[in-house]
């Protein structure tokens, strides 16, 4: 069956950072573009970051230089650490697989979604 757990989320308080993880079972990373997304109540999903195979990176400007992504092929794993959050970082998080990062990282292009993780940013 093919997967994929993602976990790290939780409360936090503006400034403050979270390490989200998305882990595969079923089949292997490497072979894929690894794309986080995130929605918000009654808002779309929209993308966030998104990693290509080749380790080459993309980030909306909404968090551009706050999100990092990076894989760790070994662990079968992709991580997206998030610093200097804000309340309008506050989302269900989730994780999915494509062939590349498209710019704008649309929906249609990734499959395979992951449960999500919640992630609430409050003071």
Known sequence: QVQF???GGGLVQPGG??????TASGFTL???A?????QAPGKEREGVSCISTSRMTYHADSVRGRFTIFRDN???TVFL?????KFGDTAVYYCATAWGCAPNLPVSD???WGQGTQV???S
């Open 110 to 112: 990734f499959g395979s």
């Open 120 to 122: 609430t940013v409050s």
């Open 74 to 76: 070994a662990k079968n």
């Open 81 to 85: 650490q998030m610093n200097s959050l």
């Open 34 to 38: 690894i794309g986080w997304f995130r």
């Open 5 to 7: 757990v993602e976990s």
């Open 30 to 32: 490497d072979g894929y």
């Open 17 to 22: 950072s979270l390490r989200l993880s998305c």
